[in-house]
């Protein structure tokens, strides 16, 4: 652990969610023993490049660590390549990205830190905000629908896709390490209590709903589970094996690596 920690003042919240992501991705790169690049957007989470030591880990443009990410994956196809930033982040200003990579399937991790606001810029409604709920510093109720990023990712064609719950250390570990050993677009929603800004989704308020799945849905069950509200299944939702982009470009002849 001390090897993967950085001298950075870490300036997240006294009880922020993301110290739970921290945690479980360094147990988890420990226990992978790869080299690996980190790529952050902007937002409060997309800050966790600073706090983890890698030779390659980069903060980037807000909405376009997905890209970034995809170059760097491409020209070092041996790095274990992790996107690791905000709802606001991947799901707003980076969706069109966030479905790029889905439609790929390029070898790379996305790890969701999914609390709803966009908590750098003092708690406006993110993405996955359930439409008429007013959160603390919103003057108004939030008038968007909500995105369900499982769905998201399923309709996309993302070849994993798994939810988790960032106080759950031992499990968000587990589940980063599956992700982090699949070939192809894998992608994590973690759900993320912001203590600061988000009043209503808070570490009670998960905690009263979430639970986790025996295992992975079969097809007959799968969109009732994506779709679950009331309750928030947790764990890995769907998996497969698809030719991944690299190998697409190998046999079009357009990917030469150096
Ligand atoms: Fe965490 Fe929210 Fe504070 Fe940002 S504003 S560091 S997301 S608690």
New binding site residues.
Partial sequence: MKELRTDAWV???P????YGILSALQKALIDINRDFSIVGGI???SRIVYYLKGSFNVHTLHGRAIPVASGIKLSKPELLVIVSG?DGDILGIGAGHFLALGRRNLDLKVFI?D?A?Y??TK?QAGPTLPLNVKLKAMPYANVHDAINPILLAFVSGYTFIARAYAYHIRELKEIMKEAMKHRGAAVVDIL???????DLMTREWFEERIYYMDSIPDRSKLFEKMLEKEKIPLGIFFKEEKETFEERLKKAKLYKQS
């Fill in positions: 300036q997240w919240c009880g922020c969610g993301n937002g409060c989470s905000g830190h609390n606001v908590g750098l708690g993320q209590p912001c203590t600061t800004y988000n």
